[in-house]
C-alpha cells in the first residue's frame, strides 16, 4: 500500500504522466506506469492476485485507432502490480488445452503464487468460469458442469443450468440445477460435496459475499435470504418500504441500497443496520429488476461510484466516503466507463472502451486515492452529493 501522502502524490503525478506523454508507455520495457493495451481488467484474487485484462472490442472505422488490431480476435492480458515500485509487470499468458464432451478447446490461464488462474472464455457450446478451483478449470458444457484440466475431467453434476459465481480462495462455486434449485460445490481435497442451499426453492439471484469472516451467500427464491456457513436461509431484513423509494440488492455484498436519485443510503441485509452516509445523486436507479453490480473491491469493503469529477469510495463498514480525482476523458460533460478495477486500496483502474468519448481509442486511466484533498474547497468547488447539473432526473 502507499503509506505516506509523499508517494501518494507521487503515484498521482505518475498518473498524471502517463496520460500527457502516452509514448513512454511503449518504451518503458515490461515495468509500465500502466497496464498497456485497451482492456476490461479484473482481479483474479483479493489477495495478491494477478490483473486479468480482457479486451475491449473496437467500435467503428478510424485510420488514427492504432491502440489495436483490426483483428477480432484480441488475445488477453495479465499484469502483477509493483506496489513498492508502482509499476505494473506484464505476466505471460499461456494456454491449456482441454477435451471435454468431446469437444477441444484452448483455454487461457496465467500462472500467479497460488497456482493457475483461467480467463472466462466461451464456444458456441462450452463456457469457462474465471478462476479456478484447486488448479482446474471449472466448465460447463451442455447443462454438464466440469472441473477439467489437460489430464483429467471431473464430472460435478450432469443437471446443471446456471453456474452463479466461482470462488477460487475458499474452493467453491454456487450453481442452479435444471430445476432452479441452488447448490454449493465444495472441493475439499478429496471429500468434494455439492450442498443445497435454498431448501429445494427455485432461485433466480445467487452470489458469494465477499471479505466476510463467515461464509455468506445471498439468494433469491420467493424472497432474499442469506445464508451463513450452509446454514438453513434466513430471510434477509430490509428497510421499510417507502412510496417514490426504491431497494436495489448490491452484487457481491451483503447490502441493498434505498433511495431514489436523489438520497440513497446503503443497508445491511443481515442486521438492519443503515450505513449513515448518503449517496445520492451518484446513481441512477435502474427500472425493472432488484439486483445490480456496482464496482466492489476485492476484499468487500468498499464500493465505488464516480461522476466527471470524482471517484468515490465509500467503506461498508465505517462509513468512511474518500474521494480521488477523476482523470478520465470527458465529452460533452459526460464521462462513460467501461470498468473500475481496484489494484489496490488506493489505486483503481479506469477503464474507458473505444467510441466517439475516446476517440475510438481504447483507454486507461488511474485514480489514486490521497488524505490531502481538501475538505473545504472554494464555494464554486464545493461536492453537492445530492445535484449534478449535467445529470437528469429520469
Known sequence: MIRNTKTKIAAALLCMLSLLLPCLLCACGDNLMLPRGGYDYRMSSAVDGAILGYPIPRIGENPYCYALPLTKDIPPAAFSYDDDRMEYHPIPVQNLTLTVSGETLSVPYVMTEEGRTFFASASDTVT????DLGDMAVVLSGDTLYLADDTTVLPISDRVSTVWSVHTEKRCLLYSDTDGILYEYRDNEGENESVC???YQPVTEAWYVYGTDVHTVVCKSDAWYYTEDGSAPIKALLPPAEEDKTTIFVRDTACVLTGDNHSAYFYDIRSGQKIVMDMGGLYRFPQNTDADTLTVSPDGR???????????????????????????????????????????????LLSQASNEYTEFVPTITCAVFEEDIPEVRHEDEKIDLDYHPWQTDD
Do not use: H, K, P, W
Open 302 to 348: 468498499f464500493v465505488y461510484f464516480y461522476d466527471i469529477d470524482f471517484i468515490y469510495r465509500l467503506n461498508l463498514e465505517t462509513a468512511d466516503l474518500e474521494l480521488a480525482y477523476n482523470e478520465a476523458l470527458i465529452f460533452e460533460g459526460s464521462c462513460v466507463l467501461s470498468s473500475m478495477t481496484v489494484v489496490t486500496d488506493e489505486i483503481i
Open 128 to 131: 469457462v468460469y474465471q478462476g
Open 197 to 199: 442451499l435454498s431448501e
